[in-house]
């Protein structure tokens, strides 16, 4: 029987994964390759990697279990099928169809075209719901509902003894983008994933809908799936199958859990409306969904430092800030008003700030990430313009001021309203701040309008009402779901 390879790229899961289902004895190579040019990428971090790796460990554990057994190679990924194919002369490859940063894309150009000259056939199954080449938005939304609602996919029985490549070479890489310490880091693996999925839907996830704003509650009441997801430990598929089960409990008997779940629900297909962005216009990476707003903003270094580092002198940024970096996660509102801060306050590029960001995020996935920080820079053209106010989220999200302290203890004896509007600290009351305390980078209400002022000027251009159509032809939501 001919070779094949089943390629394990983003999917580091058992349960509910295609590429696994043609998975055969004596011509089966199961594969992951480590390749080191992707970890120097500008979005990339050792928090990501250390995620994978324990992903990676807990996977070969339960493919050992069915007598599967997966090769970790580390190099280059055309180099590694060109020696493979030399030595097994494997006709077909069988992997997810990724949707990844500029470098992965090349990478899989380079790779279609090797594998048309080695006439290997690649097969490539498509992320929950994400369609690739010509097709029409608008019957989009009924599309992804069907295949949410299949059955998981699963083989009645594995053979064992899948190939162990002899040439095996298992190395971590070295040259990281991003090395910043990360203490509370969520942990890879299939397992995780479940326990996660079980404690949302049995308890934790009860008042998600309310409290999923502020960052103090919605560590507890968010699912925290994302890096899961994200490096695809569980199916969206069977999470969202395990909601509607849950659902169908307790809708009878619990208005509040149920809106919750069906507000995780949306979000479940939200992640493949976002994917699809960029899958659809993979340049939303590097150019704005309307050109017009490319050149408009600036690239200061020392202001990236400071906001990256949660120097800014805003207390509530800075403690969202940290407590980022320290644990690799922080929930959707604090990351809209981060991007939005970076990218009104302090006026600067959005494809500037955004891959320092997505080195912090454990869970990043291109195709939200460069879409969300577009929509809290403003430059889709077809979504409001939302500046979040630092203070007023500050006031509202952490009203004791608790979150800023736990992140930012030196701040311990600071009061309150201090640590809420910064801007008001009187000569006076500054010689009783601790020395870690620093004025405000930039005025919050100034900065905002000048910012306001600049982006209302270019949304009234009358080129940008054609542009912001056809922006909403192709990737704008429909109602339908
Ligand atoms: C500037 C910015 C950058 C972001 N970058 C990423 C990223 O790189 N990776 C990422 O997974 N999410 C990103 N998000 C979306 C969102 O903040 C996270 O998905 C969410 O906070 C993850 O926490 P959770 O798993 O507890 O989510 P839950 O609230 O429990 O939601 C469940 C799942 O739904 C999906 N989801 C939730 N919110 C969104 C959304 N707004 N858009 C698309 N899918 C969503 C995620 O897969 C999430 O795991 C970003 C948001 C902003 C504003």
């Not at 310490?181 to 479940?194: T, Y």
């Not at 409990?249 to 976002?274: E, G």
């Not at 008003?337 to 912090?360: C, E, G, I, V």
Request: aromatic content about 12%; overall charge positive.
């Amino acid at each position: 029987m001919p070779f094949k390879i089943h390629w394990f790229k983003k999917n580091l899961r058992f349960q509910d994964n295609e590429i696994l289902i043609k998975t055969d004895s004596s011509s089966s190579i199961l594969l992951y390759i480590i390749e080191p040019e992707l970890w120097i990428q500008k979005d990339m971090s050792q928090r990501q990697w250390d995620f994978i790796w324990e992903s990676l460990k807990s996977l070969k554990t339960d493919l050992a279990k069915q007598g599967l057994h997966l090769n970790i190679l580390y190099g280059d990924a055309s180099e590694i099928f060109q020696k493979l194919h030399k030595k097994y002369g494997f006709t077909k490859v069988i992997s997810e169809q990724e949707t990844g940063i500029h470098w992965t894309f090349g990478r899989d150009k380079k790779l279609k075209s090797l594998f048309k000259e080695l006439s290997v056939n690649w097969i490539e199954y498509p992320y929950f719901g994400v369609k690739r080449g010509n097709h029409n938005r608008d019957h989009w939304a009924g599309s992804i509902q069907n295949i949410l609602k299949k059955p998981l996919v699963k083989k009645d029985k594995y053979i064992d003894n899948s190939i162990i490549l002899t040439s095996q070479e298992t190395q971590t890489p070295r040259n990281f983008y991003d090395r910043t310490p990360c203490p509370f880091r969520q942990k890879g693996g299939s397992h995780h994933a479940h326990d996660l999925l079980n404690t949302f839907l049995e308890v934790r996830g009860e008042n998600y809908q309310k409290e999923m704003s502020s960052p103090i509650t919605a560590e507890k009441s968010c699912s925290r799936l994302s890096p899961h997801f994200t490096h695809g430990t569980i199916s969206l598929r069977q999470a969202f199958q395990t909601a509607e089960q849950k659902k169908l409990k307790v809708q009878s008997t619990n208005k509040v859990f149920t809106k919750s779940i069906n507000a995780f629900l949306s979000r479940l297909y939200w992640r493949s409306h976002f994917i699809q962005k960029l899958e659809d216009e993979p340049s939303i990476e590097l150019k704005s969904f309307i050109t017009l707003y490319d050149e408009i903003r600036d690239q200061d270094k020392e202001k990236l430092q400071l906001w990256i580092k949660g120097e800014t002198g805003i207390p509530f940024i800075d403690a969202c800030m940290i407590y980022l970096r320290n644990h690799g996660w922080i929930n959707f509102r604090m990351r809209a008003m981060l991007a939005s801060f970076a990218a009104y306050n302090l006026w600067l590029d959005w494809r500037y700030f955004a891959p320092p960001l997505a080195a912090l995020f454990t869970d990043f996935e291109p195709g939200i990430h460069y879409s969300q920080i577009q929509m809290q820079s403003g430059t889709t053209g077809i979504n409001t313009i939302r500046m979040y106010n630092p203070y007023k989220q500050s006031e509202e999200q952490d009203p004791e001021a608790n979150f800023i302290v736990n992140n930012i203890p030196s701040f311990k004896n600071v009061p309150k309203n201090l640590l809420h509007f910064p801007e008001t600290v009187t000569p006076f009351e500054k010689q009783l701040l601790p020395p870690t305390w620093k004025d405000p980078i930039i005025n919050v209400v100034q900065s905002s309008k000048k910012a306001k002022d600049k982006i209302y000027g270019i949304r009234k251009m009358i080129n940008h009402k054609i542009l912001a159509k056809s922006v909403f032809l192709k990737h704008g939501s429909r109602k339908s779901h």
